[in-house]
């Protein structure tokens, strides 16, 4: 697996939509998540784990007190040798004991990948060969394709014993389907089994404090394995611009800019020094008012924040009707491409490679595989040439911000079903694949063959003595040999910034200065909302509810930017208010602080 993936990690997407028929406890039964039909009644009433005793607001809480049982496993000893920098926080490499004897044969539904088997697989092997747990696995596509397939196996009833369908935005299940499933009996609550079977997740709850609440339901229940993932660069992917140095260079520009009026200077000079150039551009994705809008007020994440106890829909802030004056006035004098608001990725990227030089000067992305090809070691270096522009002052020199998402960093690792007749075993397997060893394993291969432990003067990403480093290889490499992000890991901070940096076969390093030279800028952590677990009915509203803001939001700001719409015309920034209030946005609000009041 290349360093592709370690750059590629998505951002949280919306919760899952689930319908209000599905009740609590077998009540109001009649459909199950996304209008699957009748859900079996066997299943609704099976395996009901937990107690009948009343939370908070009328929410049943489960029987079991996370922490009242004591491990009966112990983690293997630490394997000598390795280099572990000082400070360093994450799974260490341990020597595994088999647990499982191979007589019984665990199902697993996980995702399908490009030239993936997962039974001759190198990892499956490696898997099956440390715990002696043999798992016959079957797939469905990642994404919006295996949805379908995936609510076809719930509602059938012949649950596999394990569901590793990876994060949200890989078509896994969110908060709110873990949360509705769990009570309704077809997702076990692992609490007890996590505090006997899991020292891997334990010491990982003890290395971040917030990481059991944040997986538990309302309810008192966890109904998944977490995978951990922390990547710091993706603390401000959604702001993250990039500029040309060469076109910076043509247009006289040795410095980044330090205010806005400098930023539409520079962006004037690449205009003027090339006629055919195309100073700031984008794909539709991607909606270019990032750094201008950081340079104006806090965004927020999802374009929402709080201010203190309330919370804000960022688009109808009166300082973002400036940032719109600011992009329409750009777009309007040619400085922002007007199909950068409807273009797709692949027509942007065009522009980006055209052979001569780039056509773009700059862009708004998350990482640079959405800003130009990537082709390592063959001589395609023209993303080489994008660098992540500083971000600017106000127009009155007001400190600007940028949105720090601190909410991405885990994902759904492993569901245990309620047909499971061996939890334990599974908790347990899934538990190995917390430790270092098998992090690095599923995302790298093998150790001695695609990766080693670093030496004493290799360094890593963050500049700190690396942890590991990845072995030179003739051709593309083994093939079948890793694991997608679909299953547990815990990929730390210090694990991920541990690899010897390679400028030449990875975009980490850059991405890491780039979040280094936003950090300065962060939003405080008192501005950020975090999803709850919103309840069936609040997430089947919530979704229908984002889905009509997001559409609106890319409608009416591109009308504003376009021109069709003035936003420093009070009638049209009416329209424009009017039009989220038909879009359900004051219910919204009321949703997200009704779950943020039940969550504290």
């Known amino acids: 697996m290349s360093s592709h993936e370690f750059a590629m990690h998505h951002d949280q997407t919306s919760p899952g939509q689930v319908p209000p028929e599905i009740g609590r406890r077998g009540v109001r039964r009649r459909s199950l998540l996304l209008g699957l039909g009748t859900l079996p009644a066997a299943l609704a009433l099976a395996n009901c784990s937990g ?3 009343g939370g908070a607001g009328g929410v049943e809480t489960v029987e079991y007190e996370q922490g009242s049982s004591s491990l009966k496993v112990e983690l293997g000893p630490e394997l000598e040798g390795v280099p572990y920098p000082e400070g360093y926080v994450g799974p260490r490499a341990r020597e595994i004991e088999p647990f499982g004897d191979g007589s019984t044969a665990f199902t697993v539904l996980t995702r399908s990948d490009t030239g993936m088997k997962l039974a001759t697989n190198g990892h499956s092997k490696y898997l099956e060969e440390q715990t002696g747990v043999h798992v016959e696995y079957s797939t469905v596509p990642q994404g919006d394709e295996g949805t379908p397939k995936v609510n076809a196996i719930i509602s059938s009833g012949d649950l596999p014993d394990a569901f590793m369908l990876g994060p949200e935005w890989m078509g896994g299940f969110t908060k709110a389907q873990l949360y509705a499933y769990g009570e309704q009996g077809l997702f076990q609550p692992l609490d007890k089994l996590i505090d006997e079977y899991a020292p891997e997740l334990q010491q990982a709850f003890e290395e971040n404090p917030d990481l059991r609440a944040a997986w538990t339901a309302p309810n008192g229940a966890m ?27 043509a247009a006289g520009w040795s410095e980044h800019p330090k205010t806005l009026d400098e930023f539409e200077q520079m962006l004037r000079d690449m205009k003027a020094s090339d006629p055919d150039l195309l100073p700031m551009s984008g794909d539709s994705s991607v909606l270019p008012f990032g750094l201008i809008a950081a340079s104006f007020m806090n965004f927020g994440i999802q374009r929402i924040r709080r201010d203190g106890k309330t919370i804000v829909y960022t688009p109808l802030d009166e ?8 992009v329409a006035r750009f777009t ?13 990725n692949e027509q942007l990227k065009r522009l980006t490679m055209n052979k001569e030089k780039s056509r773009v000067g700059v862009l708004q992305m998350g990482n640079q595989w959405g800003v130009a090809d ?14 992540a522009l500083s971000a600017f ?20 690792g492993l569901v245990i079903s309620s047909t499971c007749e ?31 432990w670093a030496d004493a003067k290799q360094v890593g990403i963050d500049g700190r003595p690396a942890l590991y480093t990845m072995l030179p290889e003739d051709g593309e490499g083994p093939e079948n040999q890793t694991w997608p992000e679909f299953s547990p890991y815990n990929l730390s901070l210090d694990v991920r910034h541990g690899e010897a940096v390679n400028e030449k076969t990875s975009v980490e390093p850059e991405l890491f200065r780039s979040g280094k030279l936003y950090e300065p800028y962060r939003s405080p952590i008192e501005s950020l909302y975090l999803n709850p677990f919103f309840s069936t009915e609040q997430s089947a509203e919530i979704g229908e509810l984002r889905t009509n803001l ?14 069709d719409l003035d936003p420093t015309d009070d009638s049209h920034w009416e329209q424009y208010v009017a039009a989220f209030t038909n879009a359900g946005v004051e219910r919204y609000l009321e949703v997200l602080t009704e779950a943020d009041a039940a969550r504290s």
């Open 223 to 249: 109904y998944a394995i977490p995978a951990v993932n922390q990547c710091y660069h993706c603390n401000s992917s959604d702001t993250r611009t990039w500029v040309n140095t060469a076109t910076m260079k």
């Open 51 to 53: 107690g009948s005793g």
């Open 332 to 344: 309007a004098d040619g400085l922002i491409d007007r199909n950068a608001f409807t273009q797709t």
């Open 319 to 326: 300082q973002f009707r400036k940032v719109l004056e600011v």
């Open 374 to 387: 990537i082709d390592f070691g063959n001589g395609n270096e023209r993303w080489r040439e994008f660098v």
């Open 393 to 412: 002052a106000g127009p009155e020199g007001q400190k600007p911000i940028i949105p720090w998402d601190e909410g991405h960093s885990d994902a759904v």
């Open 550 to 563: 997001d559409t609106t939001y890319a409608q009416l700001t591109t009308q504003m930017a376009m021109g």
């Open 422 to 452: 061996d939890p334990a075993t599974m908790v347990r397997w899934a538990d190995v694949q917390l430790g270092l060893l098998t992090t690095l394993q599923r995302a790298r291969g093998n150790l001695g063959e695609q990766w080693d």
